[in-house]
């Protein structure tokens, strides 16, 4: 499957907002899970855990990146002329 160099121009940004959000969710993150172990245990999991944290991210990511590419690469599919002809 080739993706074209303006899609990927287009989703740049997307991934930079993506990667900012990660990069500042991860201490609100630990915060609140350092809450949650307060008030209740999480049945041996630790609030600090690496595994836990590393796997919420990736799958996060994950739905992101799915959350962009499949638009894009259905708008890649559409002629331009064909779809202003249409409205």
Not at 37 to 57: A, K, N
Not at 70 to 75: D, F, G, I
Not at 78 to 83: C, K, R, T
Request: charged letters at 10%; glycine letters at 10%; one cysteine or more.
């Amino acid at each position: 499957m080739k993706i074209p160099i303006s899609m990927l121009a287009a989703l740049s940004p997307v991934t930079v907002s993506v990667m900012l959000g990660i990069v500042g969710g991860l201490p609100l993150a630990a915060l609140g899970s350092n809450l949650l172990f307060r008030v209740t245990p999480l049945f041996g999991v630790s609030p600090w855990d690496p595994v836990t944290h590393g796997g919420v991210l990736l799958l996060l990511f994950c739905a992101a990146l799915g959350a962009m590419l499949v638009p894009a690469m259905r708008a890649s599919r559409l002629d331009p002329l064909e779809s202003l002809r249409h409205e």
